[in-house]
């Protein structure tokens, strides 16, 4: 069961945009409109931001966003802020997660 | 407010055992899926077992089965993975998890550590 693939790392300033892919196949990411993307600061636990592709839970500001196109899934964060510096996961319906992608805001 | 609170870490040797539990509060347990999800030092995150809310539906990572069981007291709140037969690659920490559907896990606990070394 191979986990999803993600960049190991993206980075990008204060007030710019940044977009994290995720790539699964046909059986996971492409088959299910059930990708969810989690944040998880050093030493925390994950914290959902996104789930159902594109759906935020309440209280995760709007400047998180979500999509899919294919086998592959994206989470764009707009106006990046120091605080979104943390890694980020997706995951599939099936359980399969993917190997997480670290965000540095330079 | 939904809370998650994990126990029952700790130092085992290879083959040895050890049961985790978690308790839970602020929401309707016996209604809801529930999972362990582990992070292995330095690594991603790898979702172990899942539970149905009346324990009736129970899923395991393969990796897991055999070895570990999910479990569930809901007269109690608390959710429990019992692990046999552990391994140094068993080394992470645990964290229990709501799940509302679909494998989406919105309220997670804090963690425990388990580590598996001789």
């Known amino acids: 069961q191979s986990a999803l693939t993600q960049p190991r790392s993206v980075s990008g300033s204060p007030g710019q945009s940044v977009t994290i892919f995720c790539t699964g196949t046909?059986?996971?990411?492409?088959?299910?409109?059930?990708v969810s993307w989690y944040q998880q600061h050093p030493g925390k636990a994950p914290k959902l931001m996104i789930y159902?592709?594109?759906k935020r839970p309440s209280g995760v500001p709007d400047r998180f966003s979500g999509s899919k196109s294919g086998n592959t899934a994206s989470l764009t964060i707009f106006g990046l802020q120091a605080e979104d510096e943390a890694d980020y996961y997706c995951c599939s319906f099936v359980g399969k997660f993917g190997g997480g992608t670290k965000l540095t805001v330079l | 407010e939904v809370q998650l609170v994990e126990s029952g870490g700790d130092l085992v040797q290879p083959g040895g055992s050890l049961r985790l539990s978690c308790a839970a509060s602020?929401?309707?347990?016996?209604?809801?899926?529930m999972v362990w999800v582990r992070q292995a030092p330095g690594k991603g995150l790898e979702w172990v077992a899942s539970i149905e809310g009346d324990g009736s539906d129970k899923y395991h990572v393969d990796s897991v089965k055999g070895r570990f069981t999910i479990s569930r007291d809901n007269t109690k709140n608390s959710l429990f993975l019992q692990m046999i037969s552990l391994r140094v690659e068993d080394t992470a920490v645990y964290f229990c998890a709501t799940d509302r559907g679909y494998d989406t896990f919105d309220h997670w606990g804090q963690g425990t550590l388990v580590t598996v070394s001789s």
């Open positions: 046909s059986s996971d990411v492409g088959g299910y409109n059930y």
């Open positions: 602020g929401f309707t347990f016996s209604q809801s899926w």
């Open positions: 159902d592709v594109t």
